[in-house]
């Protein structure tokens, strides 16, 4: 019984780091590509590393400070934030899939990246517009990531766990873009954010409802009954809107 609960909870930790940090680098990664083949590689490099470092410090330094921390305080906040995230990605994921709110492109992104870049001058030397785009754009992705880690990994005592997660994802996303960079629309990005949102209300639900000292029948394990309510609730606001916006389309005609 103890395994199949711990089980529970660690597919659940996997499966959100994983997806979370494989959306967030598939966005930055199409900031860097924008940069390198705009304005050359060796500053958008420097600029990427010197993000990929701040990141590494940041889980570094805050990671090890909540484990600290009292662990009925820890689950609610760390609750509430993982409410927070997963509640905004949810709702962008919604209305998208209802068609009230454009998808995400990444290679209208990467266009508009371009396009912004060839506007701007190029120095003989090293590139800071390279460097600080590029650093801006794998910091800040990067950053959601970081605050997925810490906050799943410490709630679960498992960062080290979850932190082998996230750059696991990255290593594939790095690898995957390298090889097929002209295809990252084929990436189900709106698909992986709409998942990532269910596993992080769910989590958020559950590590809310232990720091307010609830109850959990079956400990652990409802984690998975949790995911399925979010995902059941989801479908059900989908449709409800695809509806609704194809009544107001036959009215408005």
Sequence with gaps: MFAAMVSSSVVVLVVAVFLASTVEMVEALTIVLAVGNTRGWRSCVE????????????????????????LVTLHLV??????IFGMQWLR???????GLKEKSDEDKRYRSTVERLETLGRPDGRDG?????AFKGVFLEGLEVVITVITLGTSAHRLA???????VAVVLVGVTGAAVAKQLTKVPENAMKMSVGILLTSYGTFWTGEGLRVHWPGGDTWLALLVGIYFLVTWLLVQHLRRSDLALNEVSR
């Design 47 to 70: 600029g990427t590393a010197a993000a990929f470092a701040c990141l590494v410090f940041l889980v570094a330094a805050f990671g090890p400070a909540l484990v600290r921390v009292p």
């Design 78 to 83: 760390v609750g509430v934030i993982l409410l």
């Design 92 to 98: 962008k994921s919604i209305l998208r899939a209802s």
């Design 129 to 133: 517009v390279a460097f600080a785009v």
């Design 161 to 167: 766990l979850a932190a082998e997660v996230s750059v």
